[in-house]
């Protein structure tokens, strides 16, 4: 239990250093997520440029304008569409119109275990600035048929979600997913704004390592199973 406690301890404090190196920022002002639901379950919920589309929400714990974004799901060449939607509307349980895409071909995909995979993307759009608590709705999709984003369990380590995940077979036509079901997906921003949110950034870091240690756990215990 020590070693995988170290171990993912490591791999938190790697993915800080990510996005440092991705951001291009000093040491001294460390980049956290503004969001970041880890996996817990591959699904079979396929997001597809050509639809089915599917996109789940998200409030940042920090303002910035989005530098990366990342994904767990099964295998897929891509290439990616990812869109961002406010959520401004009367409606909070769905994306409102419209949406800033972008195409994205990931500079890491990575096994993360038996059955989904680990996607970070850049993201090269000055109008994906993020106000902290504001509710968003990322989607992502593959041009590749098939490919199925995997489940997170709704309680990020950074930021915050209130809805389920919404999937649409036509332009606009959101629905919930059956079963409600919450994505597994990172949102960083380029810097903190606030320095009272130093706080958040501490506490957030250093619990990673015991949340992604006891989900290890889960996932070795439902492999052995």
């Given at each position: 239990?020590?070693?995988?406690?170290?171990?993912?301890?490591?791999?938190?404090?790697?993915?800080?250093?990510?996005?440092?190196?991705?951001?291009?920022?000093?040491?001294?002002?460390?980049?956290?997520?503004?969001?970041?639901d880890f996996p817990v379950a591959p699904s079979e919920f396929v997001s597809q440029v050509t639809t089915?589309?599917?996109a789940d929400d998200f409030e940042p714990a920090f303002s910035g304008v989005i530098a990366f974004v990342e994904w767990w799901g099964s295998l897929s060449a891509g290439p990616w569409q990812v869109t961002l939607y406010?959520?401004?509307d009367a409606d909070p349980a769905?994306?409102?119109?419209?949406?800033?895409?972008?195409?994205?071909?990931?500079f890491s995909v990575q096994q993360w275990n038996s059955d989904i995979f680990y996607y970070a993307a850049d993201v090269s759009s000055a109008g994906w600035r993020l106000t902290k608590r504001d509710p968003?709705?990322?989607?992502?999709?593959s041009v590749e048929p098939g490919w199925t984003w995997a489940l997170g369990d709704g309680q990020p380590e950074f930021g915050w979600q209130r809805q389920f995940a919404v999937g649409s077979a036509a332009a606009g036509q959101w629905a919930s997913l059956e079963p409600p079901s919450d994505l597994a997906f990172?949102?960083?921003?380029?810097?903190?704004?606030?320095?009272?949110?130093?706080?958040?950034?501490?506490?957030?870091?250093?619990g990673l390592g015991p949340t992604l240690a006891a989900r290890t756990t889960l996932v070795t215990a439902t492999l052995g199973s």
């Open positions: 239990m020590q070693g995988r406690l170290r171990t993912c301890v490591f791999l938190t404090l790697a993915m800080t250093g990510l996005a440092m190196t991705r951001c291009g920022v000093a040491l001294a002002n460390p980049v956290p997520p503004g969001y970041e089915p589309l599917i406010d959520n401004a769905t994306p409102d119109d419209g949406g800033s895409s972008v195409f994205v071909e990931p968003y709705w990322l989607s992502v999709a990172g949102v960083w921003p380029t810097l903190v704004s606030e320095p009272g949110d130093w706080v958040l950034v501490l506490i957030g870091v250093l």
